[in-house]
């Protein structure tokens, strides 16, 4: 609120799993297991996160004190 009239925003991304070299050093029952409680079924790519910020960034000037959550659902 009070950063708005300098046109400065301010938002949060809440990644969820996101499949990287880290996760992916996970074990595989555990990899299965943890896709098994993402709704859409699937770790997000890093890229996918990086596109939301990057859309935040560059188009999202009318965006502002908002959550979002880049998590495949399993924040619902």
Excluded at 29 to 39: C, F, K, L, T, V
Aim: hydrophobic share 45%; net charge negative; with cysteine.
């Amino acid at each position: 609120r009070e950063l708005g009239k300098n046109g400065v925003t301010v938002n949060a991304v809440i990644p969820g799993f996101v499949w990287t070299e880290m996760t992916g050093a996970l074990k595989w029952g555990n990899i299965d297991a943890i896709r098994e409680s993402i709704p859409v079924g699937r770790f997000c790519a890093a890229e996918e996160v990086a596109e939301m910020v990057a859309f935040l960034v560059c188009k999202g000037e009318g965006i502002t004190g908002s959550v979002h959550h880049a998590d495949g659902g399993i924040n619902i």
